[in-house]
T-cell receptor, first 113, second 109 residues
Framework: EADIYQTPRYLVIGTGKKITLECSQT?????MYWYQQDPGMELHLIHY???????EKGDLSSESTVSRIRTEHFPLTLESARPSHTSQYLCASQGLLGTDTQYFGPGTRLTVL | RKEVEQDPGPFNVPEGATVAFNCTYSNSASQSFFWYRQDCRKEPKLLMSVYSSGNEDGRFTAQLNRASQYISLLIRDSKLSDSATYLCVFNSGNTPLVFGKGTRLSVIA
């Protein structure tokens, strides 16, 4: 089993609230990722990081922001949640080599009312 | 041409059947190839890597055809527990993995 954790697993929140989704891994992986996925739909990369103090935007434009202050921690923040942000958010990590397995966390299912 | 294309399915097959999925990719510089499996409302998990010479893991066989730019996954003797979405994945150098949209498989008793 992969040592990558996400909290909370489920979150229901009102419009306009600020939220932070937590992601931590204990594998010492430099590469970390955030994906957004609606039920039955494809994965969309929204942010990634290849190391501390390095973050990049993914293919899908997102109003969220990320930070990477510690190797093991890659939180995602929404300053003002909206119903359009309702989705599943999956965090992943990977070793440095392109052949290294990418491991996913269990996901956070976010509902914004 | 899209970076990666997969038949979305669904493939509905009876138990014990053999089923094959193909996935084409457009970037000839792609270096590493994988098949991931995603169960309903769960996270994707690595099923197997795909090696140039082809590789087998029990009932699963993966093949790579660089000339035609596709990878394939063959599942023999399908089980009910094989029902899932199978994602074709590849990478090119130091860029994020590219995930296909997935092929849905339903194995029926």
């Amino acid at each position: 089993e992969a040592d990558i954790y996400q909290t909370p697993r489920y979150l229901v929140i009102g419009t306009g609230k600020k939220i932070t989704l937590e992601c931590s891994q204990t594998m010492g992986h430099d590469k970390m990722y955030w994906y957004q996925q609606d039920p039955g739909m494809e994965l969309h990369l929204i942010h990634y990081s290849y190391g501390v103090n390095s973050t990049e935007k993914g293919d899908l434009s997102s109003e969220s922001t990320v930070s990477r202050i510690r190797t093991e921690h890659f939180p995602l923040t929404l300053e003002s949640a909206r119903p359009s942000h309702t989705s599943q958010y999956l965090c992943a990590s990977q070793g440095l080599l392109g052949t290294d397995t990418q491991y996913f966390g269990p996901g956070t299912r976010l509902t914004v009312l | 041409r899209k970076e990666v294309e997969q038949d979305p399915g669904p493939f509905n097959v009876p138990e014990g059947a053999t089923v094959a999925f193909n996935c084409t990719y457009s970037n000839s510089a792609s270096q590493s190839f994988f098949w991931y499996r995603q169960d309903c409302r769960k996270e994707p998990k690595l099923l197997m890597s795909v090696y140039s010479s082809g590789n087998e893991d029990g009932r699963f066989t993966a093949q790579l055809n660089r000339a035609s730019q596709y990878i394939s996954l063959l599942i023999r003797d399908s089980k009910l527990s094989d029902s899932a979405t199978y994602l074709c994945v590849f990478n090119s150098g130091n860029t994020p993995l590219v995930f296909g949209k997935g092929t849905r498989l339903s194995v029926i008793a």
